[in-house]
């Protein structure tokens, strides 16, 4: 399974925005998982999931060709 990886702000410097190649990843919680084994400085920051430009409130299924976003926490009026 192909997705895209999105970065943002400090995210970005530890993952550069780029498309991977994925196999036995089937939720945002295992793709979580996954990111932080074959990065694993982002373990230590903290950031939210967007699947497909929506925000990830709970794991969600991940499909082929997704986009998935990843944002440092963020506020706004």
Do not use: C, W
Not at 4 to 27: A, D, M, P, Y
Not at 42 to 71: C, E, G, T
């Amino acid at each position: 399974m192909q997705i895209e990886l999105i970065s943002f702000g400090k995210v970005s410097e530890v993952i550069r925005n780029q498309t991977l190649e994925i196999e036995g990843i089937e939720t945002t919680d295992d793709l979580r998982e996954h990111l932080e084994k074959i990065f694993p400085a982002l373990a230590d920051v903290k950031y939210k999931l967007a699947l497909n430009k929506n925000l990830v409130q709970q794991n969600s299924a991940i499909k082929n060709s997704d986009s998935i976003a990843l944002m440092p926490p963020f506020s706004g009026g």
